[in-house]
C-alpha cells in the first residue's frame, strides 16, 4: 500500500501497488494502465514527495524519486520481467513516457 499527500487536497491517499523490490528500495511504476493522463498518485508523489509504504504488515517511511537514464532504464527492465504488461501500457501511453519512481527509506 502507498500512502500519499494529495497534491491538491492535502488530503492523505491509500492505494495498493506493485512494488518491486531493488535493494532497499521499492519500485512503483506510474503506468496509469496506459491512459493518455499520469495516475493521481504520481502527482501527488512529485507535490509531496514524502509517502509512507506498508509492506509485509510494516509501515516505512519513504521519499520518493523519478529515476532517469539508465537507472531508469535498468529497473524498467527488470519491472517488465515481474509485470509484462507495462510493456503494452507504454505502448498505448505513447504520448507520455510512463515514469518508474523509487521509494528510499527516510533515515
Not at 512529485?46 to 510494516?58: F, T
Request: hydrophobic share 35%; proline share 6%; no cysteine.
Amino acid at each position: 500500500m502507498l500512502i500519499t499527500t494529495g497534491a491538491k487536497s492535502g488530503k492523505k491517499r491509500t492505494l495498493p501497488l506493485l512494488g518491486i523490490p531493488d535493494g532497499e528500495d521499492i519500485i512503483v511504476v506510474a503506468s496509469g494502465y496506459g491512459q493518455t493522463k499520469y495516475p493521481a498518485w504520481y502527482h501527488n508523489l512529485r507535490a509531496n514527495p514524502e509517502a509512507r509504504i506498508y509492506v509485509e504488515g510494516m509501515t516505512r517511511d519513504v521519499r520518493a524519486r523519478e529515476a532517469e537514464g539508465v537507472e531508469r532504464e535498468r529497473l524498467w527492465r527488470r519491472g517488465v520481467k515481474v509485470f509484462p504488461g507495462w510493456d503494452a501500457f507504454q505502448q498505448r501511453a505513447s504520448n507520455r513516457r510512463i515514469p518508474v519512481i523509487i521509494l528510499s527509506g527516510i533515515t
